[in-house]
Structure formats: C-alpha cells, structure tokens
T-cell receptor, first 113, second 112 residues
Framework: EAEVAQSPRYKITEKSQAVAFWCDPI?????LYWYRQILGQGPELLVQ????????DSQLPKDRFSAERLKGVDSTLKIQPAELGDSAMYLC???????????FGPGTRLLVL | GENVEQHPSTLSVQEGDSAVIKCTYS??????FPWYKQELGKRPQLIID?????GEKKDQRIAVTLNKTAKHFSLHITETQPEDSAVYFC???????????FGTGTRLTIIP
C-alpha cells in the first residue's frame, strides 16, 4: 500500500539555524498539506498545495517559514531561522481530488535547542 | 474560521466496555467529519468519516453519529480492546475552502 514519505524523521537543531523537511506524497495525489502538531494538540494546517500552486498559506509564519512544490510532486518546508517555539511534529498529508481522505506521513519531529 | 472542540481530553475504559468521544463544530458550512487514530510516535490514520448528508455510519466496532442541528458528532467504540489505546482526533472540513480543522485530541486508555 502506497504511503506518504517524509524525511528526516527526527531533527535537532539550535535556534537561529535553518532546517528543511521533505515530503513525497502518494503518487497521483494532487493536493498536499503541511501541518504542525504541538505535543498534546491536534494538527494545525500551515500550507496547502494544489499541484504546484499554494491554495492556503494563511497560517504559515511567512517571516521564517517557506514551502515549495516546484514540480507538483514532492514538497519542501523550510524554517529560517528556527526558534525554540518551533519544536513540534511536522506532518505532511496528501489526497486525490476525487476523495476527501487525507493520508498522513510519519512526520518529522523537530527539537530546537 | 472553524472551531472544533473535543471532549474528554482523556478517557479510561475497562476492556470490553464502550467508549464515546464527542466533538462540536462552529461552522454550519462544514460538511465532512473524519476521525483519526494516532498511536504513540506514529502517523494519524483515518478510522471512519461521515458526510453531512448522513446521520450515522458504522464500521464493525466503530460508529460515528452526526447531529447537524446541534453541530456535534461523536465517535463510539464498542467492545474495546487494548489495541484501541491511542489518541483520537476529530476534524471538520469546510465545504468552501476544503480546510480540515482538528480537535485537540482524546487520549483513550483501555484497561485490561
């Protein structure tokens, strides 16, 4: 069964450093989402892509976060500079246009020291 | 925007008993309500979902009910088993912007 892939699974960085996360959605899934999940809370949407276009980035802190999906397939989420409050799980999800179900990747757990 | 509230935050149930988790939503335009199960250190996985044109849906031991008038929906797990222990999240999707808003989660513990 196809799954959403993410890397790295864990990342420890110092504040003010740059970090990047990668997501490879299920093949054929045009819609891709990046979520942030703080410990003990539900996922919160950061950015939504439809193919290579950003559909919703209203909750993305654009002064330090950026996301791209250049060829409409895999995607990268970047944080520069990282802050202590960015410590969280970063989840990627994807879905087809025909279904409503979002399939999640295993996430990248980020710890900023 | 949409606001989803979920209760309780923690729930302990004796093995074999039933568990019920409740969620309320604020946006009457929401039309899709999935439930995700997240085991420790693992990805959220869809366990059941319901659309606004349906009042109830069942899949083996799991059922979801929706009351559009009251804007609340509930997850019911019967004959609970140890492997049901996990964090459960409800979510609501707005028809207009397709955005999923999640509840804060319920940590369910099944006591053997």
């Amino acid at each position: 069964e196809a799954e959403v892939a993410q890397s790295p699974r864990y990342k420890i960085t110092e504040k003010s450093q740059a970090v990047a996360f990668w997501c490879d959605p299920i093949s054929g899934h045009a819609t891709l989402y990046w979520y942030r999940q703080i410990l003990g809370q539900g996922p919160e949407l950061l950015v939504q892509f439809q193919d290579e276009s950003v559909v919703d980035d209203s909750q993305l802190p654009k002064d330090r976060f950026s996301a791209e999906r250049l060829k409409g397939v895999d995607s990268t989420l970047k944080i520069q500079p990282a802050e202590l409050g960015d410590s969280a799980m970063y989840l990627c999800a994807s879905r087809t246009g025909a279904q409503e179900t979002q399939y999640f990747g295993p996430g990248t757990r980020l710890l900023v020291l | 925007g949409e606001n989803v509230e979920q209760h309780p935050s923690t729930l302990s149930v004796q093995e074999g008993d039933s568990a019920v988790i409740k969620c309320t939503y604020s946006d009457s335009a929401s039309n899709y309500f999935p439930w995700y199960k997240q085991e420790l250190g693992k990805r959220p996985q869809l366990i059941i979902d319901i659309r606004s044109n349906v009042g109830e849906k069942k899949d083996q031991r799991i059922a979801v009910t929706l009351n559009k008038t009251a804007k609340h929906f509930s997850l019911h797990i019967t004959e609970t088993q140890p492997e049901d222990s996990a964090v459960y999240f409800c979510a609501a999707r707005n028809f207009g912007n397709e955005k999923l808003t999640f509840g804060t989660g319920t940590r369910l513990t099944i006591i053997p």
